[in-house]
């Protein structure tokens, strides 16, 4: 199960050796479906050709395609993909339940509340990414503080969260309505989830996010995190501070589901699948960051290869794609979660 | 450890959760390398007694002091590598083995880059086969009985090897023989390593025959304390659980046995006995 790397007497590293292979799997798979998508297109490419360009050496005409439209958009799907694989894992694991993530716990939702007021506004698509930001954030905050009863239980969480996801969709529903056409088009098509025309713009706060959190959260949050799901007793008993450490993770989780939808808008079920999906295939228990991590750019970028190429001459919005195989998944888990009586 | 007080105590405790109060002034001290075992009824206080002396609660007045320093001051590392709490109850993770449970006990002494020392994986071993889980030990947490969970959790708090351990109902889901047995572990840690033990406990006659120390509580506050032989009396059970009973000596050990008093009209007539 568990192996253990030395390197003297006072380095020691546990890990799992299929919790490795997992994660480097489906990080092979994303990249191998990245380069696939940059070749495809009304301008298809072959592999070769593809990482030819990729490394600097192709026509200006290649190099316009695949570095300057085709690449943004993958490196996107990538990184969206992987922040929130990496919320869910965090949601999941703090809440203790396999629903908890930030589309079901009113997240996603309240970063589109604050986007489509931005649309109202008239806002740019700048302004736009801020406003979804700015409503995850302060939806984070509102239910840390609803929920919070001398600390904040995970299941009291889920409720809160549940509850809140319910009324903020009321409010983004009555917010169309106030939407001029134009607007409320554009708004729609945000609200689906779509890496359409996404430039760097937009994957560079998500990669700096990444960069800073993601270590962050991987090396120092993954084994609190472990000692969390056995109960607030217990774990603080093990020197956790348990309400830091919660409230730590926590606005990491939020952090990164907002930058997600501010770069994609809310592409919904990645965080609830993914980090369970990689829990099935590590067959370890806990928390598996960085193998979730990995799942979900490897389930994001495939669904918009999906969303773009499945349907000849007709391009889907890739939240289409992942709602419909996210739903059907939502389903099954809620079925066998039944089954095993703990619903 | 400068002043000559106990390693663990508590001054002029009040416990709450939110508004709802649980203790005033409580003031508990633990003596050192005692078996200090804490009775009393239902929702008396004892596991919320418990989570503030391991910090897990935080008073809202008064404080604990271990080793003669307010515990909220100490390093929560520290603490973990001083007091090892087992709670009443805990989660076991979805899909973990018994090993990997008990190894969970390891973590204030570990590490980013110290993540599994030998010594981690001997007291891992040592933990298991003390509490005898060490035959189940690629079992699957979720598949145990009650009774063996149990003694994976008591294994946990041990691998944790901390000089004060405070168990919080050890000995429930067990049992009658298995009860013994992690009584006869707790007594062992005490008397051959000098550990020093808290222990919750429902049975009164379990706590006058194991502990060095005992505390009754009622709603919130210490109605008794001292070694159980000067002070398990009748009229302190009566007052304690509201339960008319005899104190006799223990025809083993000779410490206090606590026989209810017999329900009106069940008492069988003078020479009836076959
Ligand atoms: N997390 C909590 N939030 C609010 N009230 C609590 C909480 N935990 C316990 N209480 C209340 O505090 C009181 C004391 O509870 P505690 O768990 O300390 O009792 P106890 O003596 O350990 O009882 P038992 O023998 O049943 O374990 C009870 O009235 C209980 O309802
Ligand atoms: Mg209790």
């Known amino acids: ?343 | 450890m400068e002043t000559g007080g106990p390693r663990l105590a508590g001054a002029e405790l009040t416990l709450a959760y939110e508004k709802r109060t649980i203790a005033e002034g409580l003031t508990v001290a633990v003596p050192d390398r005692s078996f200090t075992v804490v009775v009393g009824p239902n929702a008396c206080g004892k596991s919320t007694l418990l989570r503030a002396l391991s910090r897990t609660l935080r008073p809202s007045a008064g404080s604990v002091l271990l080793d003669g320093q307010d515990i909220a001051t100490v390093p929560a590392r520290r603490v973990a590598r001083t007091l090892g709490l087992l709670p009443q109850s805990s989660v076991a993770p979805d899909g973990i083995t018994v090993a990997e449970l008990v190894a969970r006990g390891r973590y204030p002494h570990q590490g980013l880059l110290r993540q599994w020392s030998a010594r981690d994986e001997e007291v891992v071993t040592d933990s298991m086969a003390a509490t005898g889980v060490d035959t189940l030990a690629d079992r699957l947490v979720d598949e145990l009985s009650g009774g063996q969970r149990q003694r994976v959790w008591i294994a946990m708090a041990l691998a944790q090897e901390t000089p004060l351990l405070l168990l919080d109902e050890p000995t429930t889901y067990l049992d009658i023989a298995h009860q013994i047995e992690v009584l006869d572990l707790c007594a062992r840690l005490h008397e051959e390593q000098g550990r020093t033990l808290v222990a919750v406990l429902h049975d009164l006659n379990h706590a006058a025959r194991y502990a060095t120390h005992l505390i009754a509580m009622r709603d919130g506050k210490v109605v008794a304390s001292g070694p159980p032989t000067e002070i398990v009396t009748a009229d302190l059970v009566e007052e304690v659980f509201r339960l008319p009973c005899r104190v006799i000596d223990d025809p083993e050990t000779g410490t206090p046995l606590v026989v209810p008093a017999a329900r009106r009209g069940a008492v069988r007539p003078e020479g009836s006995r076959a």
């Open chain 1, 1 to 343: 199960m568990s192996s253990t790397l030395r390197i003297g007497a006072s380095v020691s590293v546990r890990y799992r050796p299929r919790a490795l292979l997992v994660g480097a799997a489906a990080a092979l798979l994303a990249l191998a479906v990245g380069v696939l998508a940059l070749g495809s297109g009304d301008y298809p490419m072959s592999t070769s050709d593809v990482l030819r360009t990729l490394t600097g050496g192709g026509s200006p005409a290649e190099d316009f395609i695949v570095n300057d439209l085709r690449l943004p958009r993958v490196v996107t799907a990538l990184l969206v993909g992987a922040a929130l694989a990496l919320a869910g894992a965090l949601f999941q694991s703090l809440v203790r339940n396999p629903l908890g993530s930030p589309d079901i716990l009113g997240f996603t939702q309240g970063a589109g509340a604050g986007a489509l007021l931005v649309v109202l506004a008239g806002g740019s698509s700048l302004a736009l990414a801020g406003g979804a930001i700015a409503g995850g954030v302060a939806t984070g905050a509102a239910i840390y503080a609803l929920a919070w009863r001398q600390g904040v239980q995970g299941s009291r969480l889920v409720l809160v969260g549940i509850g809140s996801a319910a009324v903020l969709t009321g409010i983004n529903g009555y917010l169309l309505t106030r939407a001029q056409l134009m607007d409320a088009a554009r708004a729609m098509l945000w609200l689906t989830g779509s890496l359409d025309g996404r430039g760097w713009r937009d994957a560079v706060p998500l990669l700096i996010a990444l960069a800073v959190l993601g270590p962050a959260v991987l090396l120092g949050g993954g084994r609190a995190l472990r000692m969390l799901e056995m109960g607030d007793d217990a774990a603080g008993g093990l020197g956790i501070r348990v309400e830091r450490v919660r409230l730590a993770l926590l606005a990491c989780a939020v952090l990164l589901a907002s930058l997600a939808a501010a770069a994609a808008g809310p592409v919904n079920f990645v965080a609830l699948t993914a980090p369970q999906l990689a829990k099935r295939l590590t067959r370890a228990p806990g928390p598996n960051l960085l193998a979730a991590m990995c799942t979900g750019a490897a389930l994001l970028v495939t669904a918009d290869h999906l969303a773009q190429h499945a349907f000849a001459g007709h391009q889907l919005p890739v939240g289409v794609v992942t709602g419909v195989l996210g739903g059907g998944y939502l389903v099954w888990l809620l079925a066998t979660e039944r089954r095993a009586g703990r619903m």
